[in-house]
Antibody, heavy 116, light 112 residues
Framework: EVQLLESGGGLEQPGGSLRLSCAAS????????MSWVRQAPGKGLEWVSS????????YYRESVKGRFTISRDNSKQTLYLQMSSLRAEDTAVYYC?????????WGQGTLVTVSS | EIVMTQTPLSLSVTPGQPASISCEST???????????LYWYVQKPGQSPQLLMY???NRFSGVPDRFSGSGSGTYFTLKISRVEAEDVGVYYC?????????FGGGTKVEIK
């Protein structure tokens, strides 16, 4: 059974940093690209970033480029999202997803709140 | 950026009746590998999104056969042949042809 467990969310001040983690199990982690997708309160889904299976390809939406860094540790079967220079508009539930063409399985999400 | 437009915004359906959601993209989602990178998801109340259809018309594991997807190029449709109470939620289309990957705005399905 595929399981994705996000952690690391919380309340952070504008300009601050947070690192999200996503622990994966139930599949060969190193064989799949992974993505982060977020959902602001009461809003729709928004793709944030993706990383290739071996980590040599990374992609970001324009609004997070230069502030967010996606990475993975295949030996630990873990996906990360390092977020810095956080803004109020980054407030959202962040989901990690196993990708097979598109997001296939999703975690339960972790809430990031950026507020003073 | 490829813009995905879903219609309608919401749908109220009597159980047992059909429902249809449309999704239009600003450019063709057909790639040179012959695949069309259009996906459908449903987010049920209080839950994470879950995959319904991949590459336009392929039902994901465990998805009931009352769900079907069709379309090509820039115009796509998700159909529910007979809506059940458990189908309530917000339905999203998504393109993964090129980054930034983009979602439609969502269609909320309610039961009458």
């Amino acid at each position: 059974e595929v399981q994705l467990l996000e952690s690391g969310g919380g309340l952070e001040q504008p300009g601050g940093s947070l690192r999200l983690s996503c622990a994966a199990s139930g599949f060969t982690f190193s064989s799949y690209a992974m993505s982060w997708v977020r959902q602001a309160p009461g809003k729709g889904l928004e793709w944030v970033s993706s990383i290739s299976d071996v980590g040599d390809g990374t992609y970001y939406r324009e609004s997070v480029k230069g502030r967010f860094t996606i990475s993975r540790d295949n030996s630990k079967q873990t996906l990360y999202l390092q977020m810095s220079s956080l803004r109020a508009e980054d407030t959202a539930v962040y989901y990690c997803a196993k990708v097979s063409g598109g997001p296939e399985y999703w975690g339960q999400g972790t809430l990031v709140t950026v507020s003073s | 950026e490829i813009v995905m437009t879903q219609t309608p915004l919401s749908l109220s359906v009597t159980p047992g009746q059909p429902a249809s959601i449309s999704c239009e993209s600003t450019q063709s989602l057909l790639y040179s590998d012959g695949k069309t990178y259009l996906y459908w998801y449903v987010q049920k109340p209080g839950q994470s999104p879950q995959l319904l259809m991949y590459e336009v018309s392929n039902r994901f594991s465990g998805v009931p056969d009352r769900f079907s997807g069709s379309g090509s190029g820039t115009y796509f449709t998700l159909k529910i042949s007979r809506v059940e109470a458990e189908d309530v939620g917000v339905y999203y289309c998504m393109q993964t042809l090129q980054p930034p990957h983009t979602f439609g705005g969502g269609t909320k399905v309610e039961i009458k």
